[in-house]
């Protein structure tokens, strides 16, 4: 018994229910775990059909699922995709050994050199090194946008990357890492249509869905080409493992899982297994970590050693950003910055009191991390850049997790007491 028709059903649901039917598993309610690299053809001729089917999409086997080597696909892979993709309201999805395994496949996949690519800052250092400095070596181009609420900016940064080369990709990281700055995905949307009217081909409009998930914003909704969630962060959220995965439609997967199957970067059964595990209770997970956010951005937000909070909760009324997250998000998150007064000393003084809190880069777990963002996350990053994304010497990155929020707040304050 397993439930079909995604579209009748809400993605809590669908993170419990779908994608997976235990007839296919001796009646197992929990899937198994194939933990093997290469399966048996039954006969040669299914050896040949398996391999048309799966490189050229033709023959008897066309469309249904058969596997051949781990590397090309496996059952466990087939579950958390297609579970993966209802959630998403895709048509498909891939997925992949991390977050960045993701990210670099699209660039691999849709990039060329002399090609030009539009992301904003701030954005997380690892996608800013990928377009930044790594295409840049393989002769791409790259143009930033500052404010990704701002049509006007957004279409001078959009011209001026077409200047360099054919804009063929468009990144929105939204909310941006660390600063939870929003990125208007209908405007990214809209700047790519008009794009490929006057280049002649539309650039993709890609995703970064992190730090809200699956559940709090809703990029396919919006139009956009590919939606790409590190599932290392929420969607596992236990802080133990690393995953990624990209939704969209069939078209442009299919060719994400056919050039995996050459960098090799698909996800192992154990951990697209974990995945799954962890998928069903995300949603869960989420809320509370939520709205313990909210109580400890209000706690840091009255605080005198605090100088601001960049909290989306905080969007003021009548702002082009709380017209976007009003529009966009379902809610605010719990990961976020916040400034202190004064620059790394003051920093480092408070990480180093903290008891309760961890001091650790990643996002998404059960536990209360926080870090420096200059001198861990972004360090690879540019000062200027960095500067420019709203990141200050004093800036902190928290990510708030599942314990009690009075344990947070009484550590915060211990903390705050000795900067
Ligand atoms: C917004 C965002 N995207 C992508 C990544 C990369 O994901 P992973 O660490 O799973 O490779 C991260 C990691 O912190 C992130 O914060």
Known sequence: MSIDAPGNYRPETLAVAYGYDPASALGSVKPPVYLTSTFIYPSAQHAKDV???????????????GHIYARLGHPGLDILE???????????????ASGMA???????SFVRPGDSVLYGRPIYGGVDMLYGTVLKDFGCHHENYLDGC??????????????KGPLTLIMAETPANPTAALVDLDLMVAVADEVGARQGRRPLVVVDNTLLGPFAQRPMEHGVDLCMT???KYCAGHSDLLAGGVSGRLELVQKLRALRTTWGNHLDPFTAWLVVRSLESASVRIDRAMSNARTVAEFLHDHPKVAGVTYLGFLPEGSRARAVYDRQC?????TFSFHLHGGEAEAFRMLDGLKLLKLAVSLGGSETLICHSASTTHYAVVPDARAAGGITDATLRLSVGLEHVDDLIADLAQALEAV
């Open 51 to 65: 391999h048309e089917a799966f490189f050229d999409g033709t023959g008897p086997l066309a469309g249904e699922a």
């Open 82 to 96: 297609s579970r993966l993709a209802a959630i998403d309201g895709a048509e498909a999805s891939a997925a992949f």
């Open 102 to 108: 993701a990210h670099s496949s699209i660039a691999l």
């Open 150 to 163: 701002d049509p006007i900016a957004v279409r001078a940064a959009a011209d001026a990357a077409m200047a």
């Open 230 to 232: 590190s599932l290392t």
């Open 330 to 334: 379902k809610a605010a998150g719990s």
